[in-house]
């Protein structure tokens, strides 16, 4: 293995790192905002709203994200009233294709984790929070919602870093993520273990410090007298 | 006596192999069209195909054409499966070292392609804040990336990928081999692209072109193809089967 060759590459996949992370963060904080509504929406009372929620969550965790990402990259771009209207500024640029991607995908798997932690709160303390005459936003706000993230943190966890790794997709629609520069760089100096290995190295650094600052959230939002 | 009649049994034997082995067996791959492909009743056709039969009518010889998967294509040249390779193989060092090669039989070159009527050429001015599409780990992208940087420049995986992209107007141009292009060019719905300005084939980025490889063991009949190539050149043989393919020349001089 050729040691230099991989740090003499490190520049150009630590660029590749920050087009990462870039789409990671972008994609984690428009999941989030996707995912929560359609969370309340799987256990809402309204039909509608249950099935809408469950079609998006039907579709997006049923098909591969890499068909997705084509789907919204190169599938839109055949229709040329799409290509016509005031949308294809955004939907031309391959970033904010992924982007789309990832986070409607995301906010997919979040939004069954959210759900399955906001159903873990045991309904004697919502109805003891109503009766003691709070509005049903505060009940989720103060009651539900700290107790359902707490509970839904672990795997949520493992989502952020399934998202990290299936960000290696954005190399397929030209965006030079870090898989993206690692394929390049392979395919200049006829080394690919070497790339490969270097890129895969940066994925687990990134990898293992996300899973860290989850841990560190964990402690944090466990109360201190029913730590272990 | 009866040495003398083993001694010639052996080299009748020894003659009776080498008759054998007299048909010139050459391998082509036969799904790379135009280049070399089968056609509907099995029979191999192209123009890789077309230059082996003429080069075996130059060299008066019996020849056997026969199809051979691409990967395993030199090994088998190397333990004597076929003598040689008319395959649209380009001319490497790395193949260098493992075979022989005659001169090129041809150059496609690089084409850049763009829309019908827009002002861009392989031209560092004309190049500037323009998106040209290439496919990854080619010599198209080495070419892109060192003389024409100030081009912005986007890696696919597929030559397809890179042209969905130029019908959707994302590129501004693609660049890739002359043939393949022309080709495309051809199918319905592609229109209103054409070719922008003349080939490259400049030799330290495309290569040399394609040869015909046969095993080092072997240089007599590298010399019989080379000097049954120089002909074909000479007398229009070649040039009759460029005008039957592309409507453009390959020939590389």
């Known amino acids: ?228 | 006596m009866k040495l003398k009649i083993l001694a010639a049994a052996a080299l009748a034997s020894v003659l009776g192999q080498a008759a054998q082995a007299d048909p010139i067996r050459i391998a082509t791959e036969g799904a790379y069209p135009p280049f070399n492909y089968v056609d509907e009743s099995g029979e191999l056709k192209g123009f890789d195909v077309d230059i082996a039969k003429a080069l075996c009518e130059e060299m008066d010889a019996e020849c056997e054409i026969i199809s051979q998967a691409w990967d395993g294509m030199i090994p088998g040249l190397r333990a004597g499966k076929y003598d040689a390779i008319v395959a649209s193989m380009s001319i490497t060092e790395k193949r260098k070292n493992a075979v022989n090669f005659t001169r090129p039989y041809y150059q496609a070159g690089a084409i850049l392609v763009g829309p019908e009527g827009s002002d861009i050429a392989l031209d560092p001015e004309k190049l500037n804040g323009k998106t040209i599409g290439v496919q990854r780990a080619t010599t198209y992208a080495n070419l892109m990336r060192e003389k024409y940087p100030e081009a912005e420049i986007k890696l696919y995986d597929t030559v397809e990928n890179h042209n969905l992209d130029l019908k959707s107007e994302r590129l501004d141009g693609v660049v890739a081999q002359r043939v393949f292009m022309h080709n495309w060019l051809e199918e319905e719905g592609n229109d209103g692209f054409e070719f922008k300005g003349d080939p490259v084939l400049d030799e330290d980025y495309i290569g040399e072109g394609a040869g015909i490889a046969v095993d080092k063991s072997n240089p007599e009949l590298l010399e019989r193809l080379d000097t049954a190539l120089a002909a074909i050149l000479e007398n229009g043989t070649y040039d009759e089967l460029n005008s039957k393919y592309f409507p453009f020349s390959i020939r590389k001089d």
């Open chain 1, 1 to 228: 293995m050729n040691v230099e060759l991989m740090i003499e590459s490190l520049p150009a996949l630590l660029s590749g790192l920050v087009v990462t992370f870039q789409l990671v963060a972008a994609a984690l904080v428009v999941g989030f905002v996707i995912a929560l509504p359609t969370a309340l929406a799987r256990i809402s009372r309204l039909a509608i709203l249950r099935g809408l929620a469950l079609g998006y969550a039907f579709f997006f965790r049923g098909t591969p994200l890499l068909v997705q990402i084509f789907l919204i990259y190169y599938g839109f771009a055949q229709s040329e009233a799409l290509r016509d209207s005031i949308l294809w500024p955004i939907l031309r640029e391959p970033y904010w294709c992924a982007l789309i991607a990832f986070s409607l995908n995301t906010g997919a798997y979040s939004a069954e984790v959210f759900r399955g932690g906001i159903q873990s709160v045991p309904h004697g303390q919502v109805e003891a929070a109503r009766a003691i005459g709070m509005s049903p936003a505060s009940v989720f706000r103060r009651i539900v919602w700290p107790q359902a993230l707490r509970q839904a943190l672990p795997a949520y966890g493992n989502e952020i870093i399934l998202l990290v790794k299936a960000s290696s997709l954005a190399s397929t629609v030209t965006l030079m993520d870090i898989t993206g520069v690692a394929r390049t760089l392979a395919a200049e100096t006829y080394m690919p273990i070497e790339m490969f290995t270097a890129a895969a190295a940066i994925y687990l650094a990134l990898t293992y410090s996300m899973s860290w600052g989850i841990v560190l959230l964990e402690r944090r939002l466990t109360p201190k007298e029913s730590r272990v």
